[in-house]
């Protein structure tokens, strides 16, 4: 007997997700149109309640997908707190059931039943929401500060990213892309083995931190009242902080080496033994 598959949102797919989802809103919103144009009022609202409940459904949807994708891709974080998706299964199932009860005027068992199929049916396509911590090889560290000083740093970084969006000087701009590129790479790095965190957190939060406070200072000004040699100021501490981020790259890398061959020397003795 051949198995269900469930929706794997680590497949890339030109199609966005929860794209049926779609297909519900269409027919809904033609009946909201034409009850308008017939000024019936009352199929107006029922139809406008069900377009609604459909239309938070997939909003409800999309948040989930994106909790999914991002807890996929993390290789250290916490289950989601919020079930959107089985909150999404649930709307479904009820939209389904007030779309052909109420709306349609379908029997009220067969709207309950068209309105379990809609339930059951969005977890067999799209899955359950994630669950289980991934908090491995943290050893003596509280879990809590790993994923506090990644979600602070990512926090910083992500406001560096939104200045240099604002800023046109294409040197700096340049040299901001290889500072967040680099940092991002660290975290990536501590993510892998978080036990580099209480040595590395300073790094983190100190240097991604002054330079968010850097670029804020220099968006918030405008562009053309900053001299030159205030540009080249900047830029100077910006390769300063590229050597820096490269020496932490190298410490990480040295670490993890150490690590390795002590593992080897241990698991040699083991053998011997």
Same mark, same amino acid.
Request: no cysteine; charged share 25%.
């Given at each position: 007997?051949?198995?269900?598959?469930?929706?794997?949102?680590?497949?890339?797919?030109?199609?966005?997700?929860?794209?049926?989802?779609?297909?519900?809103?269409?027919?809904?919103?033609?009946?909201?149109?034409?009850?308008?144009?017939?000024?019936?009022?009352?199929?107006?609202?029922?139809?406008?309640?069900?377009?609604?409940?459909?239309?938070?459904?997939?909003?409800?949807?999309?948040?989930?997908?994106?909790?999914?994708?991002?807890?996929?891709?993390?290789?250290?974080?916490?289950?989601?707190?919020?079930?959107?998706?089985?909150?999404?299964?649930?709307?479904?199932?009820?939209?389904?059931?007030?779309?052909?009860?109420?709306?349609?005027?379908?029997?009220?068992?067969?709207?309950?039943?068209?309105?379990?199929?809609?339930?059951?049916?969005?977890?067999?396509?799209?899955?359950?929401?994630?669950?289980?911590?991934?908090?491995?090889?943290?050893?003596?560290?509280?879990?809590?500060?790993?994923?506090?000083?990644?979600?602070? *740093? %990512?926090?910083?970084? /992500?406001?560096? &990213?939104? !200045?240099?969006?604002? $800023?046109? #000087?294409?040197?700096?701009?340049?040299? +901001?892309?290889?500072?967040?590129?680099?940092?991002?790479?660290?975290?990536?790095?501590?993510?892998?083995?978080?036990?580099?965190?209480?040595?590395?957190?300073?790094?983190?939060?100190?240097?991604?931190?002054?330079? *968010? %406070?850097?670029?804020? /200072?220099?968006? &918030?000004? !405008?562009?053309?009242? $900053?001299? #030159?040699?205030?540009?080249?100021?900047? +830029?100077?501490?910006?390769?300063?902080?590229?050597?820096?981020?490269?020496?932490?790259?190298?410490?990480?890398?040295?670490?993890?080496?150490?690590?390795?061959?002590?593992?080897?020397?241990?698991?040699?003795?083991?053998? %011997?033994?």
């Amino acid at each position: 007997m051949a198995k269900t598959k469930l929706y794997k949102p680590q497949q890339t797919s030109s199609t966005p997700k929860g794209f049926l989802l779609y297909i519900f809103l269409v027919p809904l919103f033609i009946s909201v149109i034409l009850s308008l144009i017939q000024t019936n009022i009352w199929a107006f609202v029922w139809n406008g309640i069900a377009f609604l409940m459909f239309f938070i459904t997939l909003k409800l949807s999309q948040k989930g997908f994106e909790q999914e994708k991002e807890y996929l891709l993390s290789t250290l974080t916490k289950a989601p707190e919020i079930p959107y998706k089985s909150i999404s299964a649930l709307m479904l199932g009820l939209s389904t059931f007030f779309t052909a009860w109420i709306a349609g005027n379908e029997p009220f068992v067969i709207s309950i039943f068209l309105g379990v199929i809609s339930f059951v049916g969005y977890f067999l396509y799209y899955g359950f929401d994630p669950k289980g911590d991934k908090l491995d090889n943290i050893g003596d560290i509280s879990a809590e500060f790993v994923l506090e000083t990644i979600a602070e *740093a %990512k926090g910083k970084l /992500s406001k560096i &990213s939104e !200045d240099r969006e604002k $800023i046109k #000087d294409k040197k700096l701009i340049d040299a +901001l892309d290889i500072s967040i590129k680099k940092a991002q790479l660290i975290l990536d790095t501590i993510q892998q083995d978080p036990k580099d965190i209480r040595v590395a957190r300073k790094f983190l939060i100190v240097y991604i931190d002054g330079i *968010a %406070k850097v670029t804020n /200072s220099y968006v &918030s000004m !405008d562009e053309s009242d $900053i001299d #030159d040699t205030t540009k080249e100021k900047l +830029l100077g501490l910006m390769y300063d902080l590229d050597i820096k981020f490269d020496k932490e790259l190298d410490r990480l890398k040295q670490n993890n080496l150490f690590d390795l061959d002590v593992n080897i020397d241990v698991l040699k003795e083991q053998i %011997k033994n």
